[in-house]
């Protein structure tokens, strides 16, 4: 009886990781995009979780009345929203670019 004993190439951590994230003998096939697309997802759904169950009152409109979307702030399920407005955004980094300097902004 002969055996025939062959050789194996040990490969690389990265090399079985790639060979993994490309194989279509997956069940779910990942790829590169979705390398970077699942962690993405995640930690936006995480996000808008969080911000719909306790996200602060936004000033919208400038005239200081907050409008507030969150549970935490009496909305229910249907009531409830993100506030996603540009106007929101721009409240938030309004110091940096009107500041005359650093000491100010700070």
Known sequence: ????LERRESESLWGRFCNWITSTENR???GWFG???IPTLLT???VFI???IAAPPVDIDGI???VS???LYGNNIISGAIIPTSAAIGLHFYPIWEAASVD???
């Open 1 to 4: 009886m002969t055996a025939i």
């Open 28 to 30: 779910l096939y990942i």
């Open 35 to 37: 390398v970077l697309m």
């Open 44 to 46: 936006a759904t995480s």
């Open 50 to 52: 969080i911000a719909f």
């Open 64 to 66: 200081r009345e907050p």
């Open 69 to 71: 979307g969150s549970l």
């Open 104 to 106: 100010e902004w700070f």
